[in-house]
């Protein structure tokens, strides 16, 4: 007991000392993006390459830096070889200097041959009908020269942009509802490199408006440097690089780089690692009011001009580039229930409404809008479903008794489409999380592991039925080192180790050796000085990759604590 106690001594020592002196939320640090540095280096190479000379060089000297022997680039500096950070740093080493020809060898080999018609059919190929990235992608390799043809790259339907939100889901677009800022601008760059239509011309003025109006204050579209970028290239591409879209998306770009010259996937996911720590701590936290009015403020309380989203939810960060989403609404409500003992009051009551709201059809949870169920990101998710239905439990008591109705019919109906998407050897499959080791990149442990957390605390027969499945699942596939990779016979790593401890530290009916297992696992990456090391699981829009230092310590940390509580229960027992 000595050995757990001195090692969640340490790992809370590291979470407290990372939240900001002053009290305010925590904001870690996301690691550094060959995507984004890339995209970010060529946007302000198109701006003006020699205004941003300085910047753009540094970008360069730290791709330079940190390509892998071969020639290629992961997303992340701990990610393996990556077709898209590799060919998108290829077209801006090209375009700013000169690419290496180990990278020309690479794609050479990724792509069976480099003309323009492998690389367009290598890229569209990868990312199926999803076109969120393969278009950016296609258009900056032909800004960027690597590629000559125009010709088939698609075309994205850029004036759909100024019909209502409201019908965007009706007209089936080929990317997904938080990339409008890209619909827009690659639409009319590709428009304008191509046949013309006095029809579709009309409609450009009227979408550079909408475009303006999405952009934050802050010019950072999602607060993500490669939307960001993607834009303001095409936009200089388009003949529009004095536009105010333009220079502010430029602006943030200038602003959110590094002092190494690089730039992280999103700028910071503040929200989200703040309440990963306050579960993590529980009764720990200190200076809790600070938090509550921090968590509190940052609820949106207006309609949100990218998604058009009622007020009431949460987004990932505290900056003026985010988007609500029912992940971190979720998980912001239930931060406030620990902070606050389940001190009822409007900001809490409007969260819920907010999810209650987003609910689709099929009773499960998306990320961002309702009824937008043809591309992966956009559909219910599981593992978001079930955040949901544990923010809702912890609520209902003290809702009135309309809402408390609203929500006991909601959580019924999500746990029946859970239920649906349960696979049959007893996983879920989350939708933001992932394992680059596994073949399909899937990580159903991660997925199963966080449901059956939040299920534990659901009063439902159906929710317990689902976790004793999740349960067996989970046992199945842990690693003879004790740990678990994201899926079966995957290497084990630290996250999902802490993930499944966690989990099954919540379950009654698993057998003391297998928790013991998973602990000794981690214990021996603590001996080593290893437990902090960043994994990258974070798996964003269009299959991108990225890592988070406060991962780690989170979950360890949460894992730590439930299963020295399991082992609490068995002695006593």
């Given at each position: 007991m000595r050995e757990l106690d001195n090692m969640i001594d340490f790992v809370r020592g590291e979470i407290l000392k990372r939240r900001p002196e002053d009290g305010s939320i925590w904001t870690g640090h996301l690691s550094s993006s060959a995507i984004s540095t890339s995209v970010s280096v060529f946007a302000l190479f198109m701006d003006d390459a020699q205004k941003h000379q300085e910047v753009i060089q540094r970008g360069v000297e730290w791709l330079n830096k940190t390509m892998l022997p071969d020639g290629s680039w992961g997303d992340t500096p701990e990610s393996p070889a990556n077709m898209t950070a590799t060919l998108l740093t290829f077209a801006a080493l090209s375009a700013t200097g000169k690419a290496p020809e180990e990278t020309k060898h690479f794609l050479q080999q990724r792509f069976k041959g480099t003309s323009d018609q492998h690389i367009i059919s290598g890229v569209l190929n990868y990312y199926g009908k999803d076109l969120t990235f393969s278009a950016p992608i296609l258009v900056m390799c032909a800004l960027a020269g690597v590629i000559s043809s125009w010709k088939e790259i698609p075309q994205l339907p850029f004036e759909v942009s100024v019909f209502p939100q409201k019908l965007f889901r009706f007209f089936r677009l080929p990317v997904v509802s938080y990339a409008i800022p890209a619909l827009i601008a690659v639409g009319i760059l590709r428009y304008k490199k191509g046949r013309k239509n006095i029809m579709r011309e009309t409609f450009i003025s009227k979408s550079l408006i909408v475009l303006e109006k999405l952009q934050p204050e802050n010019g950072g579209f999602l607060e993500a440097a490669p939307l960001t970028g993607f834009v303001a290239m095409c936009m200089c591409g388009a003949g529009y690089k004095n536009h105010m879209a333009t220079q502010r998306g430029i602006e943030f770009l200038v602003n959110t780089v590094r002092k190494d010259g690089s730039w992280p996937i999103d700028t910071n996911l503040a929200s989200w690692v703040t309440v990963l720590s306050v579960r993590a701590l529980g009764d720990e936290v200190v200076n809790p009011e600070a938090l509550v009015n921090n968590i509190k403020s940052n609820a949106f309380t207006?309609?949100?001009?990218?998604?058009?989203?009622?007020?009431?939810?949460?987004?990932?960060?505290?900056?003026?580039?985010?988007?609500?989403?029912?992940?971190?609404?979720?998980?912001?409500?239930?931060?406030?229930?620990?902070?606050?003992?389940?001190?009822?009051?409007?900001?809490?009551?409007?969260?819920?409404?907010?999810?209650?709201?987003?609910?689709?059809?099929?009773?499960?949870?998306?990320?961002?809008?309702?009824?937008?169920?043809?591309?992966?990101?956009?559909?219910?998710?599981?593992?978001?479903?079930?955040?949901?239905?544990?923010?809702?439990?912890?609520?209902?008591?003290?809702?009135?008794?309309?809402?408390?109705?609203?929500?006991?019919?909601?959580?019924?109906?999500?746990?029946?489409?859970?239920?649906?998407?349960?696979?049959?050897?007893?996983?879920?499959?989350?939708?933001?999380?992932?394992?680059?080791d596994a073949k399909d990149e899937h990580a159903p442990v991660y997925g199963t592991a966080i449901t059956i957390e939040y299920l534990s605390g659901i009063q439902y027969p159906l929710a317990q039925q689902m976790a004793a499945k999740g349960v067996a699942y989970l046992i199945s596939t842990q690693n003879t080192d004790g740990g678990w990779g994201g899926a079966e016979n995957v290497p084990s790593k630290i996250t999902f180790t802490a993930r499944a401890l966690s989990a099954l530290s919540c379950s009654n009916t698993v057998k003391e050796d297998i928790l013991n297992q998973a602990f000794d696992f981690l214990f021996l990456k603590y001996q080593k000085g290893e437990l902090l090391q960043s994994e990258a699981i974070g798996l964003y829009f269009s299959r991108l990759w990225y890592s988070e230092e406060m991962y780690n310590i989170t979950f360890v940390l949460t894992a730590l604590k439930n299963y020295k509580t399991k082992i609490k229960q068995t002695i006593t027992n």
């Open positions: 207006h309609k949100h001009p990218f998604t058009g989203a009622k007020e009431g939810g949460w987004g990932w960060t505290n900056l003026s580039g985010s988007v609500p989403d029912a992940d971190d609404t979720a998980g912001a409500l239930v931060a406030l229930h620990a902070l606050t003992k389940g001190e009822i009051c409007t900001t809490v009551e409007k969260g819920i409404e907010w999810l209650l709201d987003l609910q689709n059809s099929d009773g499960g949870m998306p990320t961002f809008c309702k009824g937008w169920g043809k591309l992966p990101f956009d559909r219910s998710s599981p593992d978001i479903s079930a955040h949901s239905l544990l923010a809702f439990q912890l609520w209902m008591n003290d809702l009135n008794p309309v809402l408390r109705s609203k929500c006991d019919k909601s959580m019924r109906r999500m746990l029946k489409w859970m239920l649906k998407e349960q696979a049959s050897d007893g996983s879920w499959t989350p939708l933001w999380f992932g394992d680059q």
